[in-house]
């Protein structure tokens, strides 16, 4: 075998890199990759450098990629989702360098899936190896740590046998009970939040606000203008740094039409003012981006939500991530869900500390989940 680490997703071949990605996860595949570096996405501008593992195999005389990981070496913990601010401020405080460090995850994205990328019937042999090299290169350029975020189930049980500390959050996600349209799903809710969801999708209509659900396909140059500007505004107004741009949506939307759905809303003058922006994989719908010109009341649940599940029922799409937090999506018919992320320490004075640190932690998330009441019918 041979191991190479790319300074750029380019380096590798789609075909190959996209055989090794379950499920058709948009977010893996080589063309979302692609497009956050293509469009300076990802960047040192933005403490993301990537630095992609690939495990190549000879095969008659080429070498075939049978492993991989999306990595990137970080600056700073924007972007992740998985909040360490406090650890990085405890090596500061004793003049010890945090960053540089590694990170296994999708840029701006913290939605599960694969982090650990292998052919099938490879695992066994490949996923220690993928663990050890990731290891042994934080030691070699000294690296803090690695950190990988929202992995998969059985990598995670994976990191955990090689002494990886996992930690636990909670997200709320939208399952599909074999519903036939959106009042089937209602009738499985409480009388009040099925009453709630009603009166706020009516409120939509009252202000004779129009919907549009289109793909890359369908969406026009317009569009993704009109979007560009929504979601530019979003940070503006939260003095957040806006990392995407209106080259990566389109690029994205090009290379994966059908995975990419757009939701515009349109006032009754026929004027854009708000849109959110979905991705599916072939099970999964993920919510990721929203942002409007104008305030129109209870619009956000309609094209952030209510949209999205009327997409799962239409597709038969069986989980809609909405994306991170949010106890609000509880009346509107997500559940809390237990995510959680890999975290190994190189050489670390605080490793103790920050073990107490991830007890404690995963100890309030259960009892947060516990306490939170599920808004189905005979649900407790």
């Not at 992995?151 to 709320?172: A, I, K, N, V």
């Not at 995510?339 to 190189?346: E, K």
Request: proline share 4%; aromatic share 14%.
């Amino acid at each position: 075998m041979q191991i190479n680490i790319h300074s750029e997703i380019s380096q590798i071949p789609a075909q190959e890199w996209n055989a090794l990605v379950d499920d058709n996860n948009p977010f893996l595949r080589h063309e979302f990759l692609a497009a956050l570096e293509n469009n300076d996405c990802v960047s040192d501008e933005f403490g993301w450098r990537p630095c992609h593992v690939a495990v190549y195999e000879k095969y008659k005389s080429n070498n075939m990629l049978i492993a991989a990981m999306p990595l990137y070496t970080k600056m700073n913990s924007y972007g992740e989702f998985v909040f360490d601010h406090a650890w990085a401020d405890a090596y500061q405080r004793n003049s010890i360098a945090y960053f540089p460090k590694l990170v296994s995850s999708i840029p701006y994205t913290p939605a599960s899936g694969q982090r650990l990328l292998c052919l099938p019937d490879r695992k066994d042999e490949v996923f220690p190896l993928l663990i050890q090299t990731i290891q042994q290169f934080a030691q070699q350029q000294n690296y803090s740590g690695f950190h990988c975020l929202f992995p998969q189930s059985d990598e995670q049980d994976w990191m955990e046998s090689y002494g990886l500390l996992t930690r636990h959050d909670c997200q709320f996600h939208w399952q599909n009970q074999n519903y036939t349209n959106f009042d089937d799903f209602l009738a499985k809710l409480d009388k009040r939040k099925r009453k709630n969801i009603r009166q706020e999708r009516r409120r939509v209509e009252q202000q004779n606000i129009s919907l549009r659900v289109l793909n890359g396909n369908t969406a026009s140059e317009k569009d993704w203008e009109d979007f560009a500007r929504f979601y530019q505004q979003t940070f503006a107004e939260k003095h957040g740094t806006a990392t995407l741009n209106k080259g990566f949506f389109k690029e994205v939307a090009k290379n994966l039409p059908e995975q990419t759905i757009l939701v515009l809303a349109d006032s009754a003058e026929g004027e854009c003012i708000a849109g959110s922006l979905m991705f599916s994989s072939n099970t999964t719908l993920y919510g990721r981006h929203w942002g409007c010109t104008e305030q129109i009341d209870k619009l956000h649940f309609e094209a952030c939500y209510y949209q999205g599940i009327e997409y799962c029922i239409k597709h038969k799409l069986q989980t809609f991530e909405p994306g991170a937090q949010g106890e609000h999506k509880i009346a509107r018919g997500f559940v809390p869900t237990l995510t959680r992320s890999s975290h190994w320490l190189n050489n670390s004075p605080f490793e103790e500390s920050i073990k107490n640190f991830i007890k404690h932690e995963q100890e309030g998330v259960a009892y947060y989940m516990k306490s939170l009441k599920s808004p189905y019918k005979d649900c407790k």
